[in-house]
């Protein structure tokens, strides 16, 4: 008989489509498991972004994953409810960002504070000698830095 933990160490090999060193779980994306008492297997999921164009793709993998476990049923629901929060990311996660080449964004608490982007050690050297050239990467989620000691330009997972 499967239980809870079953499904999140499953969903701990669904990776994060656009940063393939980051599980969905260790993103912080899912927010709740639970099993039925008709075996059905239920997920929420919050993306970084309402917008985030991954999201489809996303929800698409947790129902593939799933399915796969046996069960009588799956439902994965994007829920909007409570805001992502980079804070949401395990120190799993945060380590796998800086294997990608991603800075990754500091704990905060209370009211972000924009200058989080300027404080940023490089993932390639650990410099702070870092500088911000934009706050908007490639993705609404990444934000452009350069390391003025190891001359290395780098992407940043902003902290929201």
Known sequence: MLIVDDIWTALKEVMDPEIPTVSLVDLGVITHVEITDGNVARVKMT????GCPAMDYMKNQVQEKLEEMGFDGVEVEMNF????SSNRLTEEGRRDLAKHGLAPPP???GALQLDLLNDVPCPNCGSRNTELKSPFGPTLCRSLHYCKDCGEAFEQFKPL
């Not at 993306?47 to 309402?50: Q, S």
């Not at 409810?81 to 992502?84: H, K, L, R, Y």
Request: net charge negative; no cysteine.
């Open 107 to 109: 704990r905060f608490e």
């Open 47 to 50: 993306p970084t972004f309402a």
């Open 81 to 84: 409810d409570e805001a992502w």
